[in-house]
Each structure stands twice: as structure tokens, then as C-alpha cells.
């Protein structure tokens, strides 16, 4: 068996997750090794007419034409695995399910709504069946590797399933609620070694939830620093809005 | 000669986001001539509003991946002038700092990975592989030396961390500024033969007058993180007028907004800055400049990506300079901030209004935010590089296209698609896709 | 930062080596394998290895054959997640690494002189067989021998081929019940519990011993006590996650018990005494 | 063994002494009035009053990452065991802290004993600090009286006016101070002072709680189905704070670490934490402490119940981490408190 054909996608999205890769610098010329990169639209030109035995998806489906796209993806791979938030659990795009989608559109578009359409943000795997997920805002590059080695190798890749709080005490960082601001760590599962609390700010939570938060003891505990339901709303929500609106 | 052509291109590739081009070139006669954006509008503007002000930059850096730290850095000038708050002398330099490296960045990306492809006849890095390995390492090696340097100063480049509003969560010490020293002695190692390769390379040659946008100042300094903003033209403007320069409209074949100022578009963008500010370049760059045969006023779209080598040497120089700076005088740990959404009320604030202008890597980047006395964005704007672009790229298109038309198919397809990818657009920000479509 | 070799720890692993695989279900196969130089296991009926792939992990799979029988042991396993999929993965001459046997496995001196009831559910056959074929071997040393087993469906019971054997040996009563079957099934449908009444036996003289799924413990106990047999008589191989084998991951602990050096097998009296063992 | 006493001028000379040989590690100060044991080369980078570090020191004994195994299953399944190790001198270390190894001692070494554990431990010199006063309010280390010395240490420093009181506890403890060549005859002056600080340690250090040391794990067991578990429960964030910062907290979870070229790689042992749902779940998705108040429970037991069942010790230190981390204040004196209440 040859080298498996992998290929690069984007929905939408801000395209850091695809600069994650080609930022693993030299690292990225022994994964090459492992692999047989026939598309990245990104950098390069190359198209592959046949199947890929991994499909590698990043960005949100937000309109029909995204969905198509996706939907053939999903037809053409073996594996498809969904990397960065948008893709696993909606990331920032997701915000604007919070309300209604014509306002969005009047907010930027003014009168001019019609010229573009667009519809609710939904992760991937709210559109077709998902094998393997890196989540994060941009992914983490250390999991990437971790779950392209499982993927490469047929394993399973369960995504931690527990606090990032986890990983910061691992890093013995002094906790942000110690220091009185509010942090996300508690609720949101590990797997990005805490890696924005190691840099002084606060976890936002771009990993999605664990998979069953305390949330009322969460509430409880962000009520203790002065802020407003609205803005504590905000806070949990603003990567997790995209499954939150459409599970309800 | 009157000849009916039909060019199809889908996807284009190596820029950042989804676009089409459309030609349409009747009996000899070009009838249309669009850079079609159909990128899936984000509604960044519209989820701002309702939000802590302390949100922005987190959230907007969000817009692209490839000028994060640029985003970044214009969200926070803009929030900060909303509320009333005045940065540091040492975060100013460190922000200045992360600018360059977001600079050098991207256009490393573009030059080598990008660009390089084209102009080395291959269809993409993967190509260059083959006959030029030596300069893919060195690219790799100097994106990874950038990257680097941003996780040690901001904990990572794609949506940097601890840069936000008040300065930064985390300052490096002694032993990362050492460490980032030496990353950047490597990067300029690596820009001699970098230059070297470039000085052999053939740009398409067009030219075309237009009207060039940018940051100017009257200080010695090469304006990248404050001035007013000004033209080719002889328009100067406060920052807080750019609506006034921008003059953005809607048309349907594009999610993104067009601009345009005294003529019909205008460029932003490293050749925007050329053209405005060479004479402040460092030394380093103006010799490259020298070696690559730009001169001002270039009015070449292609030679954008010269232009950007130009940069690449200044930003690495300046960055230089200022860790070297830093090393001297130390960096005060006791400046680090803990902000959150500001629910230890760290920081004073003021209702207002607030924009920022910032020359990132495609160009000038605004935000405006406009808060109430909580610090919660009431209104918010974004006017992105490679929008304003959008319509001089299609200006030059309909100049370029006539002058090709005795050419291949073939021919006029790369012509246009290296156009395109010349000015090195950012259609994420902008709004994704590019996809050439060519019907004569 | 200096790197030791050890010559011997908790972690080591034989290499075992697959000599047969004979799928069961559309779930299990069942792996024999030979130690290094033909050595035997050495286990107790009851007790388990640690079964693991470098590059995919480890998990604890109990030892479903006798140690009267042959050198080699074999294991039955349920593809469940990745270590179970993987070794279904395998072919026959491929190495597996072996840890073990681990745990305190069923109570054999007990059991000697004395009428045994078997009871098994679903894949907990599997630990049971080797208690079976012991007590085959040394029928003499055993009173009266009772096995009750139940299944999902007929499709999903295990090891046909010796169940029959069973069933037709005189000196085993062998009864078995499926909670549900095609209309076709000529056997009995219901719950194991339901076999359990229709048991005859001395209940002061029987040691029972009870192997399946967590939730079938509460259920068949209760029917136990009813029938009159000791607390102390009942005999449970409770499950747990399992990490070290080692009595230290913390993993399988309930309370002050490690599952991997304790038990897996307790009597019901200890268990009783464990809150939310069961 | 034996005692002998360090002048105050001398400790930054020992420390670089110390570190001349191999690495030191010490309590340092990470600003918020939090401090960390970290690698120090003289004594200004020391915090010598410090509350306890955010992480106790059994990240030196079991690292949060731990290699056990290196493999190579390019021809079968072939591997090689290894501890990886380094001398360490532990400087500072706190009562409460040594009783935590003393613990850990306890369980690595109970058969079957844990090789990787004790091999490491062996690279490990320990030189204690005593606290002359408490640490803050949420200490309660009298209650289980680890606020005096029990020994596990090579030497032990007690703070006294002008020098410090050491303890000598090992072969290698003596061998530093012979070596270092900075020590000074025991007198009958510091003798004085040290009984001194004691008595006043007495007075100030009384049991936090109104329970007696052997009542504890009683007052567990009468207490398992008290509502007060399923108050803490809801209040629980299930973030695992608690376990990773208690230094009597050890257990595991074991993977493989594959190499990118899939062949070669190691077997790691990584920190987990009963609280985590996914911690007791076996394969047909049925876990055995699901609810977050089953997991409170099971923790509490397992530092004042269940390890006094198996070792005759109580796995509580009384350093006070887990009430100090925990963002949801669940406080392990005001939990103890709420069991006796209940209790009544
Ligand atoms: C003493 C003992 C004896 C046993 N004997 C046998 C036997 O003879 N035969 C047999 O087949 N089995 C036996 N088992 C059960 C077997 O050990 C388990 O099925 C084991 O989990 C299989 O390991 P695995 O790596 O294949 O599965 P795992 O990958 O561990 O998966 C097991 C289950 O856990 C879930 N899971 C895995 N990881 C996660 C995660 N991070 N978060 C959430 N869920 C997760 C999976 O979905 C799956 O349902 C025994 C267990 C014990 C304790
Ligand atoms: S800083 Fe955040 S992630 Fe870290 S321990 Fe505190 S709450 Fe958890
Ligand atoms: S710390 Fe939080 S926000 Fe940061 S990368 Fe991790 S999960 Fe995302
Ligand atoms: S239970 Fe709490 S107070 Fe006791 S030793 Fe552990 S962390 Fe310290």
C-alpha cells in the first residue's frame, strides 16, 4: 500500500488552522514523509481527481454551498477528520446563531442582505459523519500530530474529556480566578496543555465543553466577579453558540 | 484580431480565501472583467455588538489567521481609543515588535510559497521540492523562526494571547529576549540568499497608474503602527476619518466591500508603503530595494512581492533593533496585565469611540469600535486590506486583459491568476474563494 | 536527565505469541498463545493478564482456559475499543505483550467437596470456562455441578461447540437461556435470574460463583440469598477499569479495595460491605 | 542521628555548595503570594517563608509525564524498561509536604513494588524546613499533626534567631554536612531556643477541627450517605484541581507515546484524577462513580478512610491545597465540619 492520500479543506473560517500546519516548519517535511499531500489549496495548485483516504476539513458550513461542499467531501474520503472550532463545535462563527440572521446581515450588508445569502452556522458533523476531531481556535500543533498518527495508524483518538484545568495545574500555573478575573478552564476539555493561561490570559473555552459541565456550579462561581448574566452568557458562549442554538 | 475565448479556472489557489475571476472577452472586445468574492460573509461586526470591549481583539483576530496579529494589534489601537486608555512606551515597542514579525511573516509565506511557484514555473511548494529544496527548507525554516518568536512573545502567531487591550499578559525575560535575538540573527542569515534568489527572478512586466494608500507620518520612523493616513494622490486624513478614504461600497459579484478614494480604486499594501515611504526604509532594506531593481513610484502590480522582500529586511532590521534595545534596558516584568473581560476592573473606562490604523502585511487595516460607559461595543467597523484592493485589482485587470489577448489561453489564465495572487489577498479577511472564469 | 534500564518491573512485558484465533461471534474471538519458550502462565482460574500492543495500550482480558489443559492459554475478547479492535486486527504467529496473570481468582479450596453453582452472563463465560474445564479435569474433587448461562440472543453465545459437551455430560446439569430469540429458538427466553429457581440444591453445600455484566450482580444475588445460600458462599468477578494491574493506578479501587490485586473475585460478604461495589 | 546547626550567613553557601553538585530545587515566588518548588542556584532566588507550592514535591517522585517503557515494535513486541532520572537536592521542603512523600513511599513501595518509583526516589535528597507559624487559614496540618518533623527527611532546618537547627536523619544528610564544611557545634543556647519554639508551636498549632486524629476515619464512615456530599457535588466542578495539587494523590493512567514513524515509542504514566467522569468507566459505558458527589465522596474517603483500612495512615497532610485551588470553595476543614454537624 502506497503513501495514503490526504487533502486539505476550508469552509469557512480564518484559515489559521491550515497556517498551524505549514507552520509545524520542519516537522511538516517529516509528516510529508508519512503521507501523500495531493490537496491544500492554500499553498499549493495540485488537484486530485480520486479518492482521499484522509479528508482533513477546517471551517463552519454557513451556507448552502458550503453544505454541498462538505456533503462531497464527506462522498469522496475514508477518513474525515474535522480540525479547528469551527469545524468541531462552530468556534466564533457559531456567535452569530445568537441572533436572528437577518440582523447579522443588516448589521454589515445594510440593505444589500439579498446579494448574500447564508444561513445558520453548523459544525461539520452537524452535516456529515465526522471520524477524528482537533478542536481549538487555532488547533493545537502537538494533537494534530497526536490524532494524524492515530488516524494514520487506525486508532481511535478520544478527545480528553476533562478540564483544562488539568493541564494548567500540570504547568503550575497560578490560577486566574486567584489572580480575580474569571476563566473558562473548569468547563472546557483539555488537550491544548492550557496553553493560554501558560501565556498570562484567560481560557475562552475554545475547545467546547467537557462533555458534562457543572454548569450551574460554573454560573455560580463567574456570578462571584461583578459581571452581568448577559456578559457571563457571552462569555460561555462564544465558541459554543453554534451547538448550543441548534441542539436546542 | 476579434476571437471569443472561455477560460475557466476554479478555486484559485495559494491565497488565502475562496474567489472567482471572471473575463468575459467577446469578438475581441472585453465586456466584463470581475474578481468575483464569494466567500461566506462572517458577520464579524455584528457579533461585536453587545460584547465587553475586552472581547474585540480575541474575537476579531478571529477574521483571519494569516494577519491574526495584525487584526490583533488594530483592534486593540482602536479599542484602547475607544476607552480612553494609553499604552505604555514598553508596550508600544513590543507591539511594534509583533508587527514586524507578523510583516516578515506573511510575507516569507507569500514570497516562497506562494509567489516563488509562479515565477519558478512549478505549481506549488510541493514543485520546488524537486529542483529548489534548499529554498523550501529556508522558507520553512524562516516561517518557523517567525512563529517562534511570536510563542515566545505573544504564546503563538495564529491568534496571538497575550496582546490585548492594556499591553500584555506576559512578558518575556531576559532569556526569550536572547532566545528571540537569535532567532532573528537566523531569519537574517536567511534573507541574503533569499535576496540573492529573488534578484534572479523575472516579474511579468504591466504597468498601470494608480492611486497608492498607506500609513505617513512626519517623524523619521517607516509608519506602520500610527500616522495619519495619506495617498499618492496628496490626500492626508486623521485615522478617524477613514470612512472618508475608504468610501466603501457593495457590488453583488462580492461578499467583500470595495473602495475607492480619488479615482476610481486604490492599492494598499508593501508597494502602497514603497511608494509612500521609502526614503524612511532601513539601509538594509533600501539596498535591497537596490538589488532587486525597485524603484519609487513602481507602479507595477507584480513587483508587490518585491516590495515585500524590501520589507522583509526592514522589519527584520527594526526587530533586531528593538530586542537589541530591550536587552539593554531590560523589560519591567511588573507591566504584565491581567485583564479577562476586565472584571477586576484593572483598567478605567470611558465611553467613546475609537479607530485604529495599522499597515499589516496586505496593507492598511482599520477598526472602529464605539463603546458605552460599561466598556460594551455599541458599534463596530472592520475595513479590510485586501477589500480596499479588490477593485484596483479588477482596474488592472481591465487594463492587463486587452494587452494579453494575442496570447494562450493558458497564458492569459497564469497572467491573471499571478495578478491576483501578487497583491496576496486575504479573502478570509475580507470575508473565501477565488475562481477564475474566462469568457470571450 | 539520565535514562536507567531496569531488567525487571510491574510493566514488563512477555511476548506472547498468537498460535490460534477461533472467531466465536461477530464480537469475540478467541486468541491462544504461547509464552517464550513454551512457558505456562501459571494462573488460577479467575485471574487475568494485562494484554497490550506498543503504540495502541493495554487492557485487562481474563484467561478463559483451564490451567490443566495444554501449555498454552488462551483469551477471548470483545472488539470494544482500541486495544480490543486491534487485537481482532491480528493474525495467528503476530506477538501480543502479556503481563500477569493478575488478581485472586475463584476460590478453589472452597469450592473442593462441595456442589458449585455457575453462573454466567454474557461474555463473563468467558472467565467462568476456565473454572469449568478445572472442575472437567478434577470432577472427582467436586460435589454437584450446576451452569446456569445467559445471552443476549443465540447469535451471541460463545464457545457452541463445548456448551453441548456440557449439556450432555451426565455429571453437570448445564441450563441455558437467551433474553431473546427468533421464534425458532427451541431453548429457554428470559433473564438468567429466571433459571435460578428451578436450580435443586443443598443451599448450606453450594458455593456459587456469578460472572457478567455489572448490572446482572444486584439481581441474581437477591435469587441466591432467596434460595437460603451463605453470603459467604456467593462468589462475584466484579469489572473495573483497569490501568496497572498493580494495586496503584487507582482505577479499579473501591473504597479500600484494589480490584486488580484484591480481587477481581469476592465473596458477596466483603462486597456487601464495599458501598456501590455492586 | 545526630544534630548540628547552620548560621543564617551561611545558608546562600550551602545552597551554592548544593548546587555546585547537582541541581537544587527550592520554593520560589510566582508573585500573588504563590510559590512553586523550581530549580535555584543561590539563595536570593529562595522564598524560605512561603505557603504551600502550588504543586506539592511529588512531581519529582512521580512526574506528570513519566516514561516506563521505550519500544520498538518494528519486529514484534519488543521493548526496554527505564526510569529516567536525575539528582535533585530538595531544599525547604515543609512538614506537611514530608509526611505527602512519606505517603507515596507507602504505596510504591507496598508489594508489588513500583521499581520506577523507588529507583527515582533514590536520586532524591530531602532537606526539610520546619514552619514556624501557620500558613494561612486554610492549612490544618495540627489536626493531623504534620506540623512537626516525622522524619522521611535527610536533614531538617528549623529557623531559629541567628542559625538554623539541623536535624540529621541519614547517611547522606551527614555526608553533606562533613562535605560542605559549614556546619557549627550544637550548643546548649539554640537547644534553648528550639524547645522554645516548640512550646509556642504547641499553643499556636491546635486542631483545626474539633475531631480527634483517630475519629477521623469513623466519622467517614458513618457520614457516606450524608447530604452534605451531594451539596458539595453541586458546588464540584469536576476540574480535578484537588487531586493534581494534593501530594498524597497518585493515581494514574497509562498510554503509548508512538513516534511519527509509528514504530518506535514509549509507554507513559500520566496523572489522572477520580474526578474525572471517564475515570471509573469501564467498557459497557456503566461508571461507577458517576455523579460528582460518588467522586467528592470517593476522594474524601481515600485520604481519611480507605488508606486507613490498607496502611494504618491517614492521607491527609493538612497542607491545605485543595481548599486553597479550589475555584468553588469547596474547603476540606468546612466539609469535616459539616459531616460532624450532620453527624449529630
Ligand atoms: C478483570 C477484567 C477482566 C476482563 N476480561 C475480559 C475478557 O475476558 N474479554 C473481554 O473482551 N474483555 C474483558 N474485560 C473488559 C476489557 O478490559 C475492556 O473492554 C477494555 O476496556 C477493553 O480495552 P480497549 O482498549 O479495547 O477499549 P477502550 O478503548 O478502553 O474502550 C472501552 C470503552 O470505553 C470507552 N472509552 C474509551 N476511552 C474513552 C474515553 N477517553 N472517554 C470516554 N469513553 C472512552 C469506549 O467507547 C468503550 O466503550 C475485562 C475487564 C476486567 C477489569
Ligand atoms: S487558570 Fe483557569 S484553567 Fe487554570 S486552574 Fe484556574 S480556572 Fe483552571
Ligand atoms: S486555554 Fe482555553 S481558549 Fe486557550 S487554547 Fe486552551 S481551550 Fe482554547
Ligand atoms: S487532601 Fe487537601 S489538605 Fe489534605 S493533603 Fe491533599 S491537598 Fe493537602
Redesign the interface.
Known amino acids: 500500500m502506497g503513501r495514503p492520500k490526504v487533502a486539505f479543506f ?11 500546519v ?2 509545524l ?2 516537522d ?4 510529508l514523509e ?1 503521507i501523500d ?1 495531493v490537496e491544500f ?6 488537484k486530485w481527481e480520486g479518492r482521499y483516504d484522509l479528508a482533513i476539513v477546517e ?1 463552519s458550513v ?2 448552502d ?2 453544505e454541498q461542499r462538505v456533503r462531497q467531501i464527506r462522498d469522496r474520503c475514508n477518513v474525515l477528520i474535522a480540525y479547528g472550532s469551527c469545524a468541531t463545535i462552530g ?3 457559531g ?2 446563531n445568537r ?1 436572528p440572521i437577518e ?3 443588516a ?4 440593505d ?1 442582505t439579498d ?2 445569502p ?1 444561513t445558520k452556522t453548523r459544525t461539520v458533523d452537524q452535516v456529515v459523519k465526522v471520524d477524528y476531531y482537533i478542536h481549538g ?2 488547533i493545537y500543533p502537538p494533537e494534530f ?1 497526536k490524532v494524524l ?1 492515530a488516524a ?2 487506525g ?2 483518538y478520544p478527545v480528553p ?3 483544562v ?2 493541564e494548567c ?2 504547568n ?12 473558562l ?3 472546557t476539555r483539555a488537550g491544548c496543555n492550557s ?2 493561561i ?5 481560557c ?1 473555552g475554545c475547545r467546547g465543553m ?5 454548569r ?3 454560573e ?2 463567574l456570578r462571584r ?3 452581568n448574566p ?2 457571563i452568557a ?2 460561555m458562549m ?1 465558541y459554543n453558540a453554534a451547538k448550543e442554538s441548534t441542539d436546542e | 484580431m476579434s476571437r471569443n475565448l472561455s477560460v475557466n479556472v476554479e478555486f484559485l489557489t495559494r491565497v488565502e480565501g475562496h474567489g472567482h475571476i471572471v473575463v468575459d472577452v467577446a469578438e475581441g472586445v472585453l465586456k466584463t472583467c470581475q474578481l468575483q468574492i464569494v466567500e461566506a460573509p462572517r458577520f464579524f461586526e455584528a457579533m461585536l455588538q453587545g460584547r465587553s470591549i475586552f472581547e474585540a481583539q480575541h474575537i476579531t483576530s478571529r477574521i483571519c489567521g494569516i494577519c491574526a496579529c495584525g487584526h490583533s494589534l488594530a483592534s486593540i489601537q482602536a479599542a484602547e481609543a475607544a476607552i480612553g486608555f494609553t499604552p505604555s512606551e514598553q508596550t508600544l515597542k513590543l507591539r511594534k515588535l509583533l508587527l514586524h514579525m507578523e510583516n516578515l511573516d506573511s510575507h516569507v509565506l507569500h514570497i516562497y510559497l506562494l509567489a516563488a511557484p509562479d515565477l519558478l514555473g512549478v505549481k506549488s511548494f510541493m514543485g520546488l521540492m524537486k529542483d529548489h529544496a534548499d529554498a523550501v527548507r529556508r522558507a520553512l525554516r524562516m516561517k518557523k523562526a517567525c512563529n517562534d518568536v511570536c510563542d515566545i512573545l505573544v504564546g503563538r502567531h495564529v491568534h496571538p494571547i497575550s496582546c490585548v487591550v492594556g499591553g500584555f499578559t506576559m512578558l518575556p525575560g531576559p532569556k526569550e529576549l536572547e532566545a528571540m535575538h537569535a532567532l532573528l540573527l537566523q531569519v537574517r542569515e536567511d534573507l541574503a540568499p533569499t535576496v540573492a534568489l529573488a534578484a534572479t527572478l523575472e516579474f511579468p512586466e504591466f504597468e498601470r497608474q494608480t492611486e497608492y494608500v498607506g500609513l505617513i507620518s512626519d517623524d523619521g520612523e517607516y509608519p506602520l503602527l500610527s500616522g495619519d493616513v495619506g495617498s499618492t494622490d496628496g490626500v492626508r486624513k486623521a485615522k478617524e476619518d477613514y470612512r472618508a478614504i475608504t468610501n466603501e461600497f457593495l457590488l453583488p459579484h462580492s461578499s467583500a466591500k470595495h473602495a475607492r478614494l480619488s479615482r476610481s480604486s486604490y492599492m494598499v499594501g508593501a508597494l502602497a508603503r514603497f511608494n509612500l515611504n521609502h526614503d524612511k526604509l532601513h539601509p538594509k532594506a533600501k539596498e535591497t530595494a537596490a538589488a532587486v531593481g525597485l524603484k519609487p513610484l513602481c507602479t507595477n502590480p507584480y513587483l508587490n512581492t518585491a516590495a515585500q522582500l524590501v520589507e522583509c529586511a526592514h522589519c527584520t532590521e527594526e526587530a533586531i533593533a528593538i530586542i537589541e534595545d530591550l536587552m539593554d534596558r531590560g523589560v519591567d516584568p511588573s507591566e504584565a496585565v491581567i485583564v479577562g473581560i476586565n472584571e477586576n476592573h484593572s483598567i478605567p473606562v470611558q465611553a467613546g469611540s475609537g479607530v485604529g490604523a495599522v499597515e499589516v502585511p496586505r496593507g492598511i487595516l482599520f477598526h472602529h469600535y464605539q463603546v458605552d460607559e460599561q466598556g460594551i461595543i455599541q458599534e463596530a467597523n472592520c475595513v479590510i486590506p485586501t477589500g480596499q484592493n479588490l477593485q484596483n485589482i479588477e482596474d488592472d485587470m481591465h487594463k492587463l486583459v486587452p494587452e494579453l489577448l494575442d496570447r494562450s489561453d493558458e497564458e492569459i489564465t497564469l497572467a491573471l491568476e499571478m495578478l491576483v495572487r501578487a497583491y496576496d489577498p486575504c479573502i478570509s479577511c475580507s470575508t473565501h474563494f477565488l475562481e477564475v472564469d474566462i469568457v470571450r | 536527565m539520565e535514562t536507567v534500564t531496569i531488567n525487571h518491573t510491574g510493566y514488563h512485558i512477555k511476548r506472547g505469541k498468537i498460535r490460534g484465533i477461533t472467531p466465536l461471534t461477530a464480537m469475540e474471538k478467541m486468541f491462544e498463545i504461547e509464552l517464550p519458550g513454551g512457558d505456562a502462565l501459571d494462573h488460577d482460574p479467575g485471574q487475568f493478564v494485562e494484554v497490550s500492543l506498543f503504540g495502541v495500550g493495554e487492557a485487562p482480558i481474563s484467561i478463559c482456559s483451564s490451567p490443566t489443559r495444554r501449555d498454552n492459554f488462551e483469551l477471548t475478547v470483545r472488539a470494544a475499543g482500541r486495544l480490543t479492535e486491534a487485537l481482532h486486527q491480528l493474525q495467528v504467529g503476530d506477538e501480543v505483550g502479556i503481563r500477569g496473570p493478575f488478581g485472586v481468582g475463584f476460590p478453589i479450596v472452597p469450592l473442593e467437596g462441595n456442589d458449585i453453582l455457575l453462573i454466567a452472563g454474557g461474555l463473563g463465560i468467558a472467565p467462568l470456562r476456565s473454572l469449568i474445564n478445572f472442575v472437567i479435569d478434577n470432577r472427582r474433587d467436586f460435589g454437584k455441578v450446576d451452569i446456569l448461562l445467559g445471552c443476549r440472543d443465540p447469535q451471541s453465545m460463545l464457545f457452541c461447540e463445548e456448551l453441548a459437551y456440557w449439556e450432555e455430560r451426565i455429571d453437570i446439569n448445564f441450563c441455558c437461556s437467551v433474553d431473546r430469540a427468533a421464534p425458532d429458538w427451541a431453548g429457554n427466553i428470559g433473564v438468567i435470574t429466571s433459571l435460578i429457581p428451578g436450580v435443586t440444591l443443598d443451599p448450606l453445600k453450594t458455593f456459587s460463583v456469578v460472572c457478567g455484566p455489572p448490572v446482572m450482580y444486584r439481581f441474581v444475588v437477591d435469587e441466591l440469598l432467596q434460595k437460603g445460600i451463605p453470603e459467604k458462599q456467593i462468589y462475584l468477578s466484579l469489572e473495573r477499569h483497569m490501568k496497572c494491574g498493580l494495586g496503584k493506578c487507582g482505577h479499579c479501587q473501591i473504597h479500600d479495595v484494589y480490584c486488580c490485586q484484591d480481587g477481581p473475585v469476592f465473596s458477596y460478604d466483603v462486597v456487601k460491605q464495599i458501598k456501590g461495589a455492586i | 542521628m545526630n544534630q548540628t546547626l547552620l548560621p543564617k550567613t551561611r545558608l546562600d553557601d550551602f545552597i551554592r555548595f548544593l548546587s555546585a553538585r547537582q541541581k537544587v530545587i527550592a520554593p520560589v515566588s510566582l508573585g500573588n503570594n504563590q510559590y512553586k518548588f523550581d530549580e535555584v542556584s543561590s539563595l536570593d532566588e529562595i522564598s524560605l517563608h512561603y505557603i504551600p507550592t502550588i504543586l506539592p514535591p511529588k512531581k519529582y517522585y512521580m512526574p506528570q509525564h513519566e516514561t516506563l517503557l521505550k519500544y520498538d515494535v518494528s519486529k514484534g513486541q519488543e521493548m526496554e524498561a527505564v526510569v529516567e532520572v536525575e539528582e535533585l537536592v530538595l531544599f525547604g521542603v515543609h512538614t506537611c509536604d514530608l509526611a505527602g512523600i512519606q505517603c507515596l513511599n507507602m504505596v510504591f513501595s507496598d508489594r508489588p513494588k513500583d521499581l520506577h518509583y523507588l529507583i527515582r526516589k533514590n536520586y532524591l535528597t530531602l532537606i526539610g524546613l520546619e514552619c514556624n507559624d501557620y500558613c494561612d487559614s486554610y492549612a490544618n496540618c495540627a489536626m493531623l499533626r504534620n506540623h512537626l518533623p516525622k522524619g522521611g527527611h535527610d536533614l531538617f532546618f528549623t529557623e531559629l534567631a541567628d542559625c538554623y537547627y539541623v536535624h540529621v536523619n541519614t547517611h547522606r544528610g551527614d555526608e553533606l554536612v562533613e562535605k560542605s564544611g559549614l556546619f557549627d557545634e550544637m550548643n546548649t543556647q539554640a537547644e534553648g531556643e528550639l524547645a522554645e519554639l516548640r512550646t509556642r508551636k504547641k499553643e499556636r498549632f491546635k486542631s483545626e477541627v474539633a475531631i480527634r486524629y483517630q475519629d477521623i476515619p469513623r466519622l467517614f464512615d458513618e457520614t457516606f450517605e450524608s447530604p452534605v456530599w451531594e451539596d458539595v457535588g453541586n458546588r464540584c466542578l469536576a476540574c480535578g484541581n484537588c487531586t493534581n495539587v494534593c501530594p498524597t494523590c497518585y493515581c494514574f493512567d497509562v498510554m503509548d507515546e508512538p513516534d511519527l514513524d509509528l514504530t518506535k515509542g514509549r509507554r507513559i504514566r500520566v496523572w489522572d484524577s477520580c474526578q474525572h467522569e471517564v475515570f471509573a468507566k469501564v467498557a459497557g459505558g456503566e461508571s461507577f462513580r458517576e455523579e460528582r458527589k460518588d467522586r467528592k465522596r470517593h476522594r474524601f474517603n481515600r485520604k481519611f478512610k480507605y488508606p486507613v483500612d490498607r496502611y494504618r495512615r491517614i492521607f491527609c497532610t493538612g497542607c491545605g491545597r485543595c481548599s486553597r485551588t479550589c475555584m468553588a470553595k469547596i474547603d476540606l476543614k468546612e466539609t469535616i465540619n459539616a459531616l460532624m454537624e450532620e453527624r449529630e
Open positions: 476550508d469552509l469557512s473560517c480564518c484559515e489559521g488552522c491550515q497556517l498551524q505549514a507552520n516548519g520542519e511538516l517535511l517529516d509528516v508519512l499531500l489549496r492554500e499553498v499549493m495548485s495540485e471551517g454557513v451556507n454551498e458550503s468556534g466564533v462563527n456567535m452569530k441572533r440582523e447579522s446581515q448589521a454589515v450588508y445594510g444589500k446579494w448574500f447564508a481556535c487555532p500530530i498518527k494514520l495508524a486508532l481511535s474529556d476533562f478540564a484545568c488539568v495545574k500540570f503550575e500555573n497560578v490560577c486566574m480566578y486567584d489572580k480575580g478575573v474569571t476563566c478552564g473548569p468547563i496553553w493560554c501558560n501565556a498570562g490570559n484567560v475562552y467537557v462533555s458534562n459541565p457543572n450551574n456550579g460554573a455560580d462561581v466577579y461583578d459581571l448577559e456578559l457571552n462569555k462564544m
